[in-house]
C-alpha cells in the first residue's frame, strides 16, 4: 500500500512530492544558509498545528518563535498550544530532546503530526575534526535511528534539515551527515536560492517519484509555491 501523505501546503512542492511528505518515514532537506530549510520547515509545522495535531520541534537555531509569529499572524497562541518545542545548546541534549520527542509519538497519547528536527547536523558539525567526531556521529546515527523507527511505529512524519559542505575538488555543495543519513531518509530534497526571494527545491530521493524540481517563492507570510513550474 502507498504510504499516506501529509502536504505542506507549498503547492509545487507537494505536486513533486505526490501529494506530500509520507508519513513514515523521514524526510531531509538540504542547502545552503539561507536557502528556506527553516521557513519551509515551519510552513508545514504550522499547517499541522493549526489543523488541531502536535507538533514536536527540535530547534538548534533557537529563532522559530519569531519566525512562526511572521507566518501564524494573529493565530500565533493557538499554533504554540500545539507545538512542543525544545531547544537543545549540544548534541547530547538535542539526543534527550529527540528520545523524549520520540517517545512520546510512540506513546500515542497525543495526536502527533509531524517532527521536526531542525538543523540536525547543526551541533554534529561543530564537533567534525575534533577528538570528540567519533562519539558525534555515533550520536547522531542513533538519534536518526530512532527517528526512523518512530516515523514507521507511530505513522508522523519526520522532517530533518542538513547543512551542506562544499565539496572543494568537485566543486560542488554536499550534504553532512554521511551515507547513513543519506539511507536514512527515504525522500531527501536540496533547495538552492536562486534570484530574490525565488527558491528551487530538488527532490533528489524518493521511494516512488522520479526526480523533479519545483519552486517556490519566500514572502513576508510564508512560502509560496502556487507559481507554475
Ligand atoms: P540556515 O539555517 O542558515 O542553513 O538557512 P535556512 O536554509 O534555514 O534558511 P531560512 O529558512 O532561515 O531562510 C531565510 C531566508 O529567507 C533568507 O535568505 C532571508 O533573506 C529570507 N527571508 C526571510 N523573510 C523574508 C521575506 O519576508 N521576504 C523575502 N523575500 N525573503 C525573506
Ligand atoms: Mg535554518
Known sequence: MDPERLPTGIESVDRILGGGLETDSVTEIYGEGGSGKTLFCLEVAH????????????????????????????????????????????????????????????????RVGLLVVDSATFYYRLSLSSSDEDTARETLVLQVADLVATSLAAHVPVLLTNQVWRSLSEGTLEPLGGSFLNHAAKTILRFDRLGGARRRVTLVKHRSRPEATAEFRITASGLDGSAPS
Open 47 to 110: 499547517r499541522v498545528a493549526r489543523a488541531g495535531d502536535w507538533v514536536f520541534y527540535v530547534d538548534t537555531e533557537g529563532v522559530s518563535v519569531d519566525r512562526l509569529r511572521a507566518i501564524a499572524g494573529e493565530g500565533l497562541e493557538k499554533i504554540l498550544k500545539r507545538f512542543l518545542l525544545s531547544t537543545p545548546k549540544n548534541l547530547e541534549e538535542q539526543g534527550r530532546a529527540v528520545a523524549t520527542a520520540c517517545a512520546l509519538a510512540r506513546e500515542g497519547k497525543r
